[in-house]
Every structure is written in C-alpha cells, then in structure tokens.
C-alpha cells in the first residue's frame, strides 16, 4: 500500500496532537483545557476518515480487468483487440500465419507492421484441442525493456526453433486487419516489455507541499524560539517579582525560577502551537479536492464526441498545475490523430482542393457516380471530379498513377466492400482518394494489378516494383497496360523527383513548385508523381540485367540502386499530392497560447525525423522565422558531441535522432544537450524510446529545477507521464495505459489550455492566497499571547476564552478562507485566455514563497501588536459607564478576540476578489457564528448546565454593551488594514503587475468578455516541403512481389458501376479505406447521405459506348 | 410511417443521451460562473474612502477627547511608602490593626455620581495558576465541594485538617483595606455616605455565585474554616445587612473578577446618597484607612480614586487622541495617493 502524503501528515499530526494531550494531562503544566486540543482532532481524524474511505471505493473501482493472465497461458485475439501481455505468435487467420499490428501505443509509429508465427505453431490453427495439447518449451531472454529485440528459442517435438522480434506480439500493440489469432504468454504484468519501460511510480508532491515541509520546520524552529523567549521570561520574572508574591500565591514546588521556567517553556508549547500549520494540511486537502471537482464538472474539457469528460485522477496537484514551465508532448494521438486525408492535389499546374462557394460554404463532392467509392471519404473540389468525367487525359493519368504506384493490398470480402491493407497511412489515404476518383485498385495478384477504370475492368501486368527506401525517397511501378503499352509510374519527394524530370516539363515544375510551396505553407504533407513510357526494347534489356544482378552475390544493394537510377529518369511530371496529417482541434492554438505562456513545448516522439518535423510545422510549433533549423542527428556519440559543441543560433530546433546514441548522448553529453535545448525555441525529439522519453524530462526537471507536465496517450507515455510533476493522458481511446498511470486526463490536446491556464492558474493563486491567509490569520492569532505574556508574568495565561481558541480555526474562520479557495478568481476564464501572461507569475512562485511568507509574518506581527495594545490602551484604566468593572480579564479576553476577529475578517474581505454569494454567506455568517455562539457559550443556561466549563457567564452582556469597546474594536479593525489597503493601492499604481493591469482592464470592458479570437487559418509561405512519410523500413514491394499474400481466392468481378446494389450502410466502422486511419477512427466524416444527381446520369450514357 | 420516423427518432434520442451519460452539469457552480461582486482598489474608491474614514475619525476622536477630558478623576497613593506619609507607620507588616489618614482637598465641585475605587499596582491577578486557584463548583453553592474542595485551589484548599471555604489563592487575597471618607463641614468632619450596593456585576451577584440553599447560612459553613488570610468567615463579611454575606458579598465578587492586566483598579463603594448624589462639594476630606492588606514586599503599589464617569465610561485620553491621529493620518494618506494617483496612474495600455 502507498504512502501517500496525506497520511505520512496525518501521522505526525497525530503523534503531535497526542503530545499536545499528554502535556495538557499535566496539571503544572496545562495552560488550557483538553477539549481545544481534542475538538479540532476529532474533526480532522473524520476529515480522513471520509476521504480514505472514498479514496478505497475509487481504487476498488479502478481494477485491472487482464491480472489472471499468466506465464505459459495461451490467448485468442481478435481483431482491434489491444495485446495484455507479450506473447508468441502461434497461428493467425491469414494467409502464412501473418498478423498486422499497429504500435502506435508503444512506440508512437503510425505503420501498420507484420509478424509471423512460425509454421510449425501456425499448423494449429484454429483447432483449441490441438492449442491445449501443444507442448513446447521456450527459453528466451530475461526481461527488459528493449522494445526492439527478442532473443529466443522454442524447442518442440525435439526440433529447435529460433525466436525473434517478428514472432513476438508485444504488450500495447493493437491487433489489426487479423480476424483472430493465438499466443502464447510470455511475459505477463510487470514483466512486460512495455511495463519494464514504464519507469518507477513515484509519489507526487507538488512544489507548494516542499516549500510548506521546509516552512512547518521552521516554524517549529520559531515555536521553540518564542517558548524559550518566554520561559527565559519567566525565570527571570520569578527571580525579580514572583518569589516576593508569595504572600498571594504561594509556590508550592519550592522557589526555583529555573524550573518553573521549565514548566513555562510547555505551557507555552501547548498555548502557541497554533503557529504550527497542523490543521492546514486538512484545509489544503479539502481545497485540492474541491478544485479538482471543477475540473472533472468542466463542460468545456468535455468531448462529446467520445462522451469523455476530464478527469482529475490524482486530487493533490492542482495548484501545481498553475507553475507548469515545460510540456512534453508525444506526438502521434495527442497532437495528430493518426488520420491521412487526401485534401488537395495539383494535376498538370492546376490546383485542386479548397474550394469555397459565394457563401463561404465548403461544398462536398458527390461521389455517387461510382458504386465503388468510399462513403466517408471527402472532397471539396467539384471541378476535379468534373476533369475526370471529360477525360482529361493527365487527370486520369495521375490517377492510375495512384491505383498502381503503391503496395496496398486490398481485401473485398463481399462485392464493393473493399478493405485496403496499407503499410503506411499516407499510401492508404492516396489509393482511396484514387478510388472515389473512379480509379479503383481492386485487387492484385503477384505480376499484375487489377483496377476498375471509370468503371472499366483492366489488368495490369506489373513487371517490377522499384521500392521505396529511406534513401530513396522514392517507389516506383513498371507496369504493361491491357492495350500493351509499357509504362513507369514515380512517385515520392518532391526534390528527389525533380532531379529526375525531363527538360521539357521545366514549365509545369515551376507551377507545380508554387502549388507545393502552398501545399507545405498548409503543413500538408506532399508528394511529387511523375511518369515515362518505356521503350519495349530497352526495358527487356533492363530487366535482364536486373535478374542478373538481384541474383549476383556481392554489392547487390549498390547495384540495384544503379539500375533503379538509371531507369528512373526523364520522367515526366504529373502532378502533386497533398496529405493532410490530420491534426487534433485547436493544436496549434493551444500551442501558441502555451507559448505565450512561456511554457515551453517540447515534443518526443518514437516517430520519424520528417514526420516529426512535419507536424512541428502544422502544429505551429516551428514556424517559417525559425530560420536557424538544427538538428542533432549524430550517428556515433563523437559526432553528436562534435555537434553539440558546434556555435548554434539560440533559434531552432533539435533532433537527436538516433535511439542508440541519444542514449550515449544522455550518459556522456547531457548537460550540453539540455543547454542547447533550453536556448532552442522549440525542441522536437524524434525516435526515443519510452525509457528515453522518461530522461528527457528527468534531465529537465534535475537540471533547470522546473516544473514539467508531460501529456501522451499511449503505453509508450507511460514512463514520462510518471516522471514528469504532472501527467496528463488523452483518455476516450483504445488504450488506457496512459490513462491509468495519469494524474489528470482529457479527450483532446487543446484542453490542455483549459486545465494550465484557467484551471491551474486558479488553483495556484487560490491555493497562495489560502496560505497566506492562513497563515497570517494563525499567526496573529498566536502572536497576541506573545505580547500578553509581557504582562502577565510569563504565566501562560491565554488572552482569549478557550472556547474563542477551540472555535477559531474551526468555525469562526473556517468557512471564509475555504469560501475564498474554492471560489476566487481574479479575471474569468475568458480573460485568462486573453492575457496568457497571466499564467507568468505561477512560473516565477510569485504568490507564495518564503519571502511572501516572512511578509505574512510580518504583517501579522504588526496587527497582533494592534490587536493587543490598542484593547490595552483604551481599557486599562477605564470602567464602564456605570462605574463598574470592565477591565477585568474576561472582559478583556471578549474584547481581544472580537478585535481579532473583525480584524482577520476585514483583512480576508481585501484578499478576496471574488464576492458570489456563497462568499458573502460564510463571511458574513461567521461572523453572526460568532456572536450567536459568543452569547451562547456566555448565557446563564449553559453556565447552570456546566459552570466549570463556561466561566464567562455574562461577559458578552456586561461589555458589549459599552459604547467605548466597539469604538475600540472600530479602531483595531480599522488601524490592522489601513497599511495594507495604502501599500496595495500605492503598489498597483507605482508598479502594477500583470494581474492588477489586467483586472483593471476587465474593469474599463465592463467585465465583458473580449470577442473570441479569430481562428485564423494559419498559413505560411514556405519554402520547406515535407517529405513522404512512407514507412522507414524496407517497403513491401518484395512480399507484395512474392504472392505470399494471396492466397485467398479472389472475389468474382463483374462491373464496378452497378447502380442499385450500394449500400452505405454495408461499410464496417472498422474499415479502413477513405482517408487511411490504422486505428480505424472514421476519417473525412461525411454526415449526410449521398444525393443522386445528374453525375449518375451522365456515367449511365456513357456506359454502353464502353 | 410517420410513427415508425417518430420511434426512430425517440431511439435516436435515447442513444443520444446514454452516450452523453460522462456530460457534466451545465451550471453556474460548476462550470464556475457565479455571479459574483469584484471590488478592486481603485483610485475612485480608496482616496475617497480615506478622505471619509479620516474625517469621520477626527469627529469621533474630537468628541471621545472633549468628552474625556471633562471627566474628573483623583488618584492617591497611600502605600506609605515614603516616610512622610501617614500611612507609613502601618507599612510594616508586623503593626496589626493599623489606621492611618489620607487627607486631601477639592478645589471644585466633584460632579456626581462619584465612584470610589482602590486600585494596586504591580499586583498579578492574572498570573495563570492564581487565576484557576478558585473552586467554581464551590462557588456556585454546591455543599460536595465545601467538603472537598477541588484540586486547583492548592494549597489553599484546607489548612490541614478542614476544607477552606472559599478556597484557592484568589478568595485568600481578597482585598481587606476599609475605608471612611469624611468631609469637613464647619471644623467637624462629616462622614460621607458610601453606598456599597451593586457594585459587582448583576450577573455575578445572581447567577454565577450562590450560596448553599440553607438557612442560617453559617451552617453550610459547618466544619469548614476561613481562608488564612480573612479576619471573619465568609458568612459574615457584612454584618450590616444579611443579604451581602457568603460568596455574593459585593466586594467579594467585586475582587473574584480578577483584573486583566497588573495594573488596576476597582470599585469600592458609590458616593451616590443624599446630598453627595449630585458629587462631593468642594472642600477639605480626610479618608480613615484601615491598613491591612500588604503590597510592599512585592514593590506593589495601593491607591484610592476618585471618578465620575460619561456615557464613554471612566476618563481614557487614549481613544480619543488615538482617532484623532489615525484620521490624520488617514486624510494625509489620502492627499500621498492623490498625488500619486496623478502622476504616476499606471499607464493603460498594454
């Protein structure tokens, strides 16, 4: 069971209460009655009570559903079902026993990736009775944490079988596009390679919670300092005027000061001790709690989308929330959403995509031409689909380019439902926008690919595919068309493909360039298409020496690339692509409002270095002014250091690149890294591991002592968001790793400004201010004995009533300050957004510091002496105005605490900035508490119940009722805030801060809120293309060449332009084709359904002449 | 068909709702919109506030300083500690029984009601363990604990062998100074009448302290003994009139209020009868004194006073001169942050 705070708190509160009792149990010793100490541990002792029992209902709630699974145990996935444990494949639904997974979860990668058992497991099947009698026995490594290995071996039926990374399913990846398939466990809970990643759980305390440890110590330093002040007091009062008292009170312990000092040092122990915070640690609790309601209550951090409301899962952090200075965001679902949409195109110069009606209404394209088309896919520009149905010859041309240049397979499990199986996401969204285009890839068998052509049924032969690979940059197809004509299809970089072009498409490069230019103003990523018709000559001439050398032993590799050189040549451009990484809403918003936070964002991805810097562009993270781009991309530790070392511009951004040697990097060279870093604007770190993730902030948080949030959504998140002070998970998906290890969570990235910049602003200056408050309150509280002690010959003689001193902290005050805590804010949320300076102060620990700390005590220093001396003053020789008696202690001890009262009231009325009526409520229902229990505890009834615990009978009657006591309270109460008002007032005006500038000007608006600031589009004239983000690995192009895939027969064609059958209601939501999503989330969301129009008519007329 | 659209959409609505089950509450409270009032220290409020509050200070001080300046107080000394006093024969602690004679003059009418107080100095009443040496119970007429008195009043809780009633250090200190105030009239001295009813709280006298219900009350008193210091039992303190005897005798209860501060004084008697309602004549007064109570050994200090009192209480400079200050201050302060305020109004822009 974990400590937590809380109760390491309440024990010493306990142990200390108890020593507060024991030293009241002792006659000589007890300055006041058990109760004040024994009520106010009653109720905190309920206090925890309550929340420890809620704290068990939630955590029993919160159980994990997959803690049988064990070592040894064999499981059924099945499709899009989330992998538990690590575990060895041991047969599949699909052909050769292969699996698709997606590991975004676990290394933030957007591509689908494949793993195959091995046969000799795969020739089980389905068959459960052959899966239980299955009798291997694996030994394999012990586990770490290395995502990228797995050493192994599976010894059955006496043969051994070597075991690695592609027959392993780790914990966090997502079966996907496999009906089902079986593993072993071998691995199982914290064993996991995913859990070994995760990093330690450590126990959370905020900032504020360190300084009040390091401020508790020290005012028990000043409780033993004042006690020894006094007891030295009294020794030497008992020297001089005590032992000569005698004749009216006798010593009964002898005559020594010293031990009568002694005695006097306790006494004042058990009086002071309310200097010492203990209650405070209840009060701050109840205020988290509060404040972490209003953050799971927020309508505008509610997703109805996925029906997720935010969620404070840790209640002890909030105000920590208001002093975040750096934020480490993964990249892949939390600032994208792992959607490709195809948006816009150029064919032959011409720009096709954002197109806007007179009414600035984006019109949907209809597709309905096309029985094959993709329901959900969308489409803004009507004239290209208009340029498709007049023939244009390079529209058509750029896409059969799409339908042929790719390594998709595609699945059509009944007639027109096709299922495309994309390695990259990118080529997914290109070959479905081809499709709804009326290009539709159909199937493929080995040496040919089938696609529907405006409805026409062709076949292509595919001669050879020229793969992609990271050097590259580029795929291409040799294909022969039905009619014979031999052709090579390019696509890939732009700048790898210009290189490549013929002379006499210079024209259309430099249109074409334009277009690109604004395609990657957008932050979209793009792709340059490009074609050659072969001569059937040369191309047999080639092809023969390409056999010659994919079969030569030596420098295969180098060849191949001569050859593909050498054919891909003088090509002719088509066109370009323009895929949107389809960002989270409000991302870039939310970003530059951080960063006018002055927070820093640093983004760690496992993804790739372009991917990477793509999104660093569309998310405006990096922006064009960002000239001085730098990047860390070492490959052995000497260079990254060499480069490190190297002057940098204090303007770009940085890219450790390499997994291995940013681990070299972190051991050898940190303190270099992290000051480069921190002079960086913005830093992006592509290819971590989550282990590396976890560092990264640990450097931060070690070396720059700041406060960092770390925010991700998957189990590759898991170890920042432990390491960082705040973890925020992006909750409504599939995986809940991230969630679960998470102190808050939410459905979108963009409410992370909601939660730092309202709520933790709010919380930080509600919590300072409750501190402060509480502090000064308690202070003078206690301070006011200090001084009577001067006067009373060092006897630990209280000044107030013990009932006033049970009471106090309990009722009279209480329910003010926590009023104020749960309640205040000094500008709404509309003008926090507006002036995200705001959120500075919290940064710098403005409000509640050790100095702001010394100023409480120094204040309540000067009230305290205010509240004693002036009652002093204005009583000491006076009497009431019939002669009597008004001087006397108890009179006295009414007209003290009633100051005291009024004075800490009036002074919480400045504090507060915030007056709803709650606040008016307990303010000014305290202070009728008061009285009414004043009058109450000072009635004839209670004293005849119990006269020993009710000594004040009649006081309240008896002085309240004289004129010159509440002139004196008046003049207490007026004279403790009037320094304060003028030092305020004469502060804001000499030199005001942020907040007071802005809470002047909500004042001027007439506390209307600022009009919404305008979404502005934002657009960018770049100069920098992204690049493709195909998968960093080797293509498919050999399995896709080799016909592994296809075993599975072949639907029936028949033609592609039926006109009753479409159904849109027969499409999986699982299916993956209009705008590729590996986690299958519905991409270009078309709401309504397709209309018929005249489009359909004029496809039927053209059909006969087919 | 239009029923079966109208089933649809009920189904719809439902599902609708269930998937919004998670949407939190929309109102004020906890989206945090309460209406709520939010002052802020601005020029327009807090200068014209001072301006306010220090006028209105400067007339209220102006009227407490007037008001107490017109009230008439006498202080004298008459410890005997210098040795041309009277009263420094009866200083020795050894001399018993010992009356000396304070005499003084009045210049002008002493405007009545007079009140006589004594009033001690350097005297500790509120020194903790003497302020708990007293037994409430006792106190209140419960016979249990006249039998046996509680703890707290030690030592002074028997003398032996019997209980004390009362006990505890506080009732054993009683003051036992008795004064007789004369007036010379025509070369005779004239007593003056001091009338010694009332003046203890009323709540005291009724409810707080009771006697036990027996009658005579000298037998609840039945095997107890008088605190060592007192010359008579409780029961007759008065001997003049029964009803001011036990523990709601006035100057018993007077004396068990026990004083704030080391420094006070309390009331004696009124001079409220006869001719001296309306104050003490100009003239020559000799106060008897008789001289028990002994202050010295602890540099004490043991006074009478004279006083009238206002509607504001006995004469106190210090609440007047301390409003007529703070108003200044606070009309100075205003005019600082005027001029302030002019000069260096934070700029707006921004």
């Known amino acids: 069971m974990p400590l937590n705070l809380f109760e390491q708190f309440q024990r010493i509160a306990n142990a200390y209460f108890l020593f507060l009792l024991v030293l009241q149990v002792i006659p000589q010793i007890s300055s006041l009655s058990w109760f004040t100490t024994v009520v106010p541990l009653v109720l905190v002792l309920t206090v925890t009570a309550a929340k420890d029992a809620t704290d068990d209902i939630v955590s029993k709630l919160r159980g994990e559903k997959w803690m049988n699974v064990q070592v040894g145990d064999i499981i059924k996935l099945e499709n899009n079902q989330f992998v538990t444990a690590d575990l060895m494949l041991l047969s599949s639904s699909e052909p050769l026993n292969l699996v698709y997974i997606e590991t975004a979860e676990l290394d933030g990668e957007t591509n689908l990736k494949v793993r195959q058992a091995l046969t000799v497991t795969g020739d089980l099947g389905e068959d459960v009775e052959k899966l239980a009698d299955f009798n291997g026995e694996v030994r394999c490594e012990p586990p770490n944490n290395r995502l990228d290995r797995f050493m192994g071996t599976l010894t059955y039926a006496g043969q051994k079988y070597p075991l690695d990374n592609e027959k392993v399913l780790l914990r966090g990846c997502t079966l996907r596009n496999t009906q089902w398939c079986f593993g072993l466990v071998l691995f199982g809970g914290p064993e996991t390679k995913l859990m070994q990643n995760c990093g330690k759980t450590t126990f959370k305390r905020t900032s504020i919670d360190r300084l009040m440890n390091v401020l508790v110590l020290c005012i028990f330093g000043f409780l033993a300092f004042m006690c020894t002040v006094l007891a030295i007091g009294n020794c030497f009062w008992e020297l001089n005027e005590g032992s000569n008292f005698t004749a009216f009170l006798p010593r009964q312990d002898g005559n020594e000061a010293t031990f009568s000092a002694f005695l006097a040092f306790w006494s004042y122990v058990i009086i002071l001790n309310t200097v010492v915070p203990i209650s405070l640690y209840v009060s701050v609790e109840i205020i988290r709690l509060g404040n972490s309601f209003y953050i799971d209550w927020d309508g505008k951090m509610y997703h109805a989308a996925n029906d997720t409301p935010a969620e404070a899962r840790t209640t002890t952090l909030n105000e920590e929330l208001g002093q975040i200075q750096y934020v480490f965001s993964d990249k892949t679902g939390t600032l994208t959403q792992n959607i490709m949409t195809f948006n816009k195109c150029s064919v032959n110069g011409k720009s096709y995509g954002d197109v806007f009606d007179s009414t600035g209404q984006r019109l949907e394209v209809d597709f309905s031409f096309n029985s094959l088309a993709d329901p959900r896919f969308v489409f803004h520009d009507h004239s290209l689909v208009e340029a498709v149905k007049l023939e244009n010859p390079e529209v058509h041309a750029f896409f059969r380019l799409l339908a042929l240049c790719h390594t998709v397979m595609a699945e059509e499990k009944r007639e027109g439902e096709l299922f495309y199986l994309a390695q990259s996401p990118d080529e997914g969204a290109l070959v479905t926008a081809a499709r709804n285009f009326g290009f539709v890839f159909r199937s493929r068998t080995p040496d040919s690919v089938s696609i529907v052509e405006m409805g026409r049924q062709r076949s292509y032969e595919l001669l050879a595919i020229l793969d992609f690979n990271n050097v590259r940059k580029r795929m291409s197809v040799i294909v022969r068309s039905p009619e014979g004509k031999l052709s090579l299809y390019c696509k890939g970089a732009d700048t790898i493909i210009y290189e490549r072009l013929h002379r006499s498409c210079s024209k259309l490069m430099d249109v074409t360039t334009e277009h690109l230019n604004e395609f990657a103003g957008e932050g979209l990523r793009t792709l340059a298409l490009a074609y050659k018709d072969l001569d059937e000559e040369y191309f047999n001439g080639w092809k023969r020496r390409h056999h010659e050398v994919s079969t030569s032993l030596d420098g295969r590799e180098g060849k191949l690339d001569e050859l593909y050189e050498e054919i891909e040549k003088d090509l002719l451009l088509l066109g370009a692509t323009a895929v949107e990484d389809k960002l989270q809403d409000g991302v870039p918003q939310t970003i530059e409002l951080l960063s006018k936070a002055h927070i820093k964002i640093w983004v760690l991805t496992g993804d790739k270095q372009e991917t990477a810097e793509n999104i660093g562009y569309s998310c405006n993270l990096l922006r064009e002014e960002m000239n001085e781009v730098f990047v860390v991309s070492g490959n052995s530790p000497e260079d990254v250091r060499q480069e490190l070392r190297s002057e940098v511009s204090p303007i770009g951004k940085c890219f450790p690149s390499h997994p291995i040697h940013f681990f070299v990097l972190i051991r050898g060279s940190e303190l270099a890294f992290l000051r480069l870093a921190c002079l960086c604007k913005a830093v992006i770190c592509c290819r971590v591991t989550p282990l590396q993730k976890a560092q990264v902030v640990e450097l931060v948080k070690k070396h720059k002592q700041a406060v960092t949030l770390a925010i991700g959504d998957g189990a590759n998140d898991v170890s920042m968001i432990k390491a960082a002070h705040i973890g925020v998970g992006i909750s409504g998906q599939e995986g809940m790793q991230a969630v679960l290890s998470s102190d808050y969570s939410f459905a979108q990235f963009r409410f992370l400004q909601r939660l730092l910049l309202v709520h933790g602003r709010w919380s930080y200056l509600r919590m300072c201010k409750f501190l402060r408050y509480f502090f000064y309150k308690n202070f003078t509280f206690t301070f006011v004995h200090f001084w009577y002690a001067f006067f009373c010959g060092f006897s630990a003689q209280t000044v107030y009533d013990e009932w006033f001193i049970t009471l106090y902290n309990l009722v009279y005050t209480a329910l003010p300050v926590l009023g104020m805590s749960l309640f205040d804010q000094d500008v709404n949320d509309a003008w926090s957004f507006q002036h995200p300076q705001l959120y500075v102060p919290g940064q710098l620990n403005l409000y509640f510091s050790k100095k702001a700390f010394f100023k409480c005590a120094l204040h309540s220093c000067y009230s305290s002496l205010v509240l004693f001396f002036i009652p002093y003053a204005a009583v000491h020789d006076t009497v009431r105005d019939d002669g009597k008696d008004v001087a006397d202690y108890q009179s006295f001890a009414l007209l003290t605490q009633t100051c005291l009262l009024f004075a800490v009231t009036i002074q919480l009325g400045f504090e507060m900035s915030y007056w709803t009526a709650v606040n008016t409520f307990f303010v000014l229902g305290s202070l009728a508490m008061y009285f009414a229990v004043t009058f109450t505890m000072y009635s004839d009834g209670m004293f005849l119940t119990l006269p020993s615990a009710f000594p004040f009978i009649g006081t309240g009657r008896n002085s309240l009722n004289q004129p010159n006591i509440w002139l004196t309270i008046l003049l207490t109460s007026i004279l403790c805030v009037l320094p304060v008002v003028t030092y305020r007032f004469l502060f804001i005006q000499l030199c005001p801060t942020i907040n007071d500038k802005v809470m002047f000007k909500v004042r001027q608006a007439k506390a209307t809120p600022p009009p919404p600031p305008r979404r502005t589009r934002i657009r960018r004239t770049s100069s920098r293309r992204s690049g493709y983000a195909f998968s960093h690995a080797q293509g498919y192009g050999d399995l896709v060449t080799s016909g592994r895939f296809l075993r599975r027969p072949a639907l029936p064609r028949s033609s592609g332009f039926s006109h009753a059958g479409r159904t849109t209601t027969s499409f999986s939501p699982m299916g993956r084709s209009a705008g590729y999503s590996p986690t299958g989330r519905p991409q270009n969301a078309k709401v309504s359904d397709v209309e018929v129009t005249s489009l359909q008519m004029y496809k039927t007329i053209r059909d006969p002449a087919l | ?350």
């Open chain 2, 1 to 350: 068909m239009g029923k079966e659209g109208g089933c649809g959409q009920n189904k719809t609505m439902v599902k609708q709702e269930q998937e919004l089950a998670n949407r939190p509450d929309n109102t004020a409270f906890t989206q945090q919109r309460l209406p709520a009032w939010q002052p802020m220290l601005s020029a327009g409020i807090v200068i014209p506030g001072f301006v306010i509050i220090g006028l209105a200070f400067i007339g209220i001080g102006v009227a407490l300083f007037i008001t107490s300046k017109n009230i008439q107080v006498m202080e004298m000394d008459y410890t005997g500690f210098e040795p041309d006093s009277d009263c420094f024969k009866c200083s020795n602690p050894e001399e018993k029984n010992c009356v000396c004679q304070l005499d003084f003059n009045i210049s002008s009418r002493f405007e009545g009601p007079v009140f006589f107080y004594y009033g001690l100095s350097n005297y500790f009443q509120n020194y903790r363990r003497y302020g708990v040496s007293k037994d409430d119970a006792q106190l209140s007429g419960d016979l249990d604990n006249f039998k046996s008195p509680s703890d707290t009043c030690s030592p002074y809780d028997t003398d032996g062998i019997k209980p004390i009633v009362p006990c505890g250090s506080i009732a054993n200190s009683m003051f036992n100074d008795t004064f007789l105030l004369y007036r010379e009239v025509n070369g005779t001295n004239e007593l003056v009448p001091l009338d010694g009813k009332g003046i203890a709280w009323w709540t005291d006298y009724n409810v707080k302290y009771r006697n036990p219900n027996v009658t005579p009350l000298k037998e609840a008193f039945e095997g107890t003994v008088k605190p060592l210091f007192w010359p008579r039992p409780a029961y007759e303190l008065d001997t003049s009139d029964p009803n001011n005897n036990g523990f709601i005798n006035q100057d018993f209860l007077v004396w068990m209020r026990r004083a704030a501060l080391p420094d006070f004084r309390k009331l004696y008697r009124r001079i409220a009868q006869g001719d001296y309602a309306r104050g003490l004549p100009a003239g020559n007064y000799s106060l008897k004194i008789a001289y028990n109570y002994p202050v010295l050994s602890f540099q004490g200090r043991k006074k009478v006073v004279f006083s009238n009192v206002s509607w504001m209480g006995g004469r106190n400079d210090f609440l007047g001169i301390a409003y007529l200050v703070i108003g200044s201050m606070c009309v100075f302060m205003s005019i600082v942050m005027l001029i302030v305020y002019a000069k260096f109004k934070f700029p707006e822009e921004d």
